[in-house]
Nanobody
Framework: QVPLVESGGGLVQAGGSLRLSCSASGRTFSTYTMGWFRQAPGKEREFVGGVSWSGRSTAYGDSVKGRFTISRDNAKNTLYLQMNSLKPEDTAVYYC????????????????WGQGTEVTVSS
């Protein structure tokens, strides 16, 4: 089990920035590949980005490339998502997720999930 808790969501104007955090319990955080996903009402859960256990490899969904940055601090058991140049279409519930193994890009690749934090971008 990898209990995950997201924070940092909220309401922001278009063009603004937010940083999401995902805190993990336990001593094995550094062994997990981590990912961020998002789900807007009526839509499928979408891959936002992922980072390898070491932090050296990252991957992003096409819709956020160049605007979002994923990072991790294994000493603090925390995953981050820096979101810049936010757009109304970024409005969604954002989830962090964990898996053992290589970077995955689908929700089915990840075993452990947080409860989500809501992000609303106003126009």
């Amino acid at each position: 089990q990898v209990p995950l808790v997201e924070s940092g969501g909220g309401l922001v104007q278009a063009g603004g920035s937010l940083r999401l955090s995902c805190s993990a319990s336990g001593r094995t955080f550094s062994t997990y590949t981590m990912g961020w996903f998002r789900q807007a009402p009526g839509k499928e859960r979408e891959f936002v980005g992922g980072v390898s256990w070491s932090g050296r490899s990252t991957a992003y969904g096409d819709s956020v490339k160049g605007r979002f940055t994923i990072s991790r601090d294994n000493a603090k058991n925390t995953l981050y998502l820096q979101m810049n140049s936010l757009k109304p279409e970024d409005t969604a519930v954002y989830y962090c997720a964990a898996r053992l193994g290589d970077l995955g890009r689908t929700r089915y690749d990840y075993r452990y999930w947080g409860q989500g934090t809501e992000v609303t971008v106003s126009s």
